[in-house]
């Protein structure tokens, strides 16, 4: 050590003025607990976080008995199942734009409690189904309700916050429901556990009372969450001051092609992130499907490895979503994130190929590294896709794009196991290379989107 090193204290007087100040600076950081409580501090987020906390262990619940409960219960053969889950996420296509674009009309605060009612109340009936057509007809009105809820809830975010703000409010709620879903999951265990058809119907009805019971968080959120009221036709006469039938009626289609001039389908630039996203939104497919499969099927690693990845994943975006959300607000941040969680999951892509045919634990260890390596890019992505999903909506209609924007992750969500099982499942090495191809592709695409859009906002 050299004898002038700030560390030496043989050289330097103890005056007692840096224990001091060490320990003032000790008292004046914030605790972790009231770290959180700083991040919520907003009322509408806080509404937001208490509701999503208590209705995802529900959903949490249900999404881990669903398909035994209907093959084993029920007595679904496993096709029908498919068709099942099938129609509910086409039907969750259409009311992410439909809820979006009610909310730019009616009040998104009494849309997303209408819509969160009803979806609570259509899961408590799946204890009713007994056959097919019934458990089709629950699951088509469960994913419409789920996703136009989440279409309203995003409008409300999209005109409640603003900036930075709008990027952490998502941020903070996506890590709540990782938290609040693995809890759930933890208790729909109990039904597999106990095997019973009573033991399944009661955590189902518990679900949907879960649900139920968040609307007394919703039914707290302030009015200025909903669209400004459209003009009505006496306040178009007032506004012309004419009371000629003809100037009204002009005056009344004028606003109504403005109205339209506001359409995200006219925005080219936001429908292509549309597309881009939801195409790298295909990556939830991948952990959902594709790593399973290929882990049971290609390599040597033991099936639990699989519940251990699902875990590691959810430790990660909870840790970790809020802090990679930061400035994303900014289009050429938002930009830079989507573009590393491009090479992200790209490199996981030909990691996870690489596993097959290892010896086991070098097997674990390549698909340790490659889940990781898949957890920061959906992170990252996820941050730049809300940040870039906000800034180059018009905010006139933000619903409306806002659902868009979310029918494109539907899509997306569709399409994924069909194109996870044609490229990976089925053509091993070579599958995995051309989805790490797509999913390059499509997050530089959102890169040059974004730095497009950054160039041209100071001229705007």
Avoid at 319 to 331: E, I, M, N, W, Y
């Amino acid at each position: 050590m050299s004898p002038t090193s700030p560390t030496d204290t043989s050289t330097t007087p103890d005056t007692g003025a840096t224990p001091a100040v060490e320990a003032s600076a000790r008292e004046a950081r914030p605790s972790l607990v009231a770290r959180l409580l700083a991040s919520v501090s907003d009322p509408v987020l806080r509404i937001l976080v208490g509701a999503t906390l208590i209705s995802r262990i529900g959903r949490g619940v249900f999404l881990t008995v669903t398909v035994l409960y209907f093959t084993l219960i029920v007595g679904l053969p496993p096709g029908e199942v498919a068709i099942v889950l099938a129609a509910a996420s086409a039907a969750g296509v259409v009311a992410s734009f439909a809820g979006g674009a009610l909310a730019d009309r009616f009040s998104a605060k009494k849309l997303i409690i209408a819509f969160t009612a009803i979806e609570g109340a259509a899961l408590i009936a799946y204890v009713f189904a007994g056959d097919f057509v019934t458990a089709l007809v629950i699951a088509v009105i469960c994913g419409f309700f789920e996703q136009g809820a989440n279409s309203a809830r995003s409008a409300i975010i999209a005109r409640a916050f603003e900036g930075e703000s709008r990027v952490h409010a998502r941020a903070v709620l996506r890590t709540v429901t990782n938290v609040s879903i693995a809890a759930g999951s933890g208790l729909g265990a109990l039904a597999l556990a106990l095997g019973t058809a009573e033991a399944y119907r009661g955590l189902i009805v518990g679900a949907g009372v879960l649900y139920l019971l968040g609307l007394f968080q919703l039914v707290r959120l302030p009015s200025r969450v909903d669209a400004p009221a459209r003009p009505t036709v006496a306040e178009v006469v007032t506004a012309t001051g004419s009371v000629d039938a003809s100037a009204t009626a002009e005056a009344i289609a004028a606003e109504r092609r403005d109205w339209r001039r506001h359409s995200p389908w006219r925005d080219p630039r936001y429908l292509a992130l549309t597309v881009l996203s939801a195409v790298f939104g295909m990556q939830f497919g991948v952990g959902e499907l594709g790593v399973p499969l290929w882990i049971q099927r290609e390599t040597a690693a033991p099936e639990v490895l699989i519940a251990v990845l699902l875990v590691l994943n959810c430790i990660i975006v909870v840790v970790f979503q809020v802090p990679a959300s930061r400035g994303t607000h900014d289009l050429r941040v938002a930009g830079r994130v989507s573009a590393i969680a491009a090479w992200l999951m790209a490199g996981a892509c030909l990691v996870y190929a690489a596993a097959a045919g290892l010896p086991v634990w070098f097997a674990v260890a390549v698909l340790v590294i490659a889940a990781i390596a898949h957890a920061f890019a959906e992170v990252l992505s996820q941050a730049g896709g809300w940040g870039l999903s906000f800034e180059l909506a018009d905010p006139v209609r933000a619903g409306t794009y806002q659902g868009v924007f979310g029918m494109g992750y539907s899509i997306g969500a569709l399409a994924s196991p069909l194109v996870v099982n044609a490229t990976a499942i089925t053509h091993g090495f070579a599958g995995w290379a051309v989805l790490a191809a797509i999913f390059l592709a499509s997050g530089l695409g959102t890169w040059w989107i974004a730095r497009r859009a950054a160039l041209a906002a100071p001229a705007a």
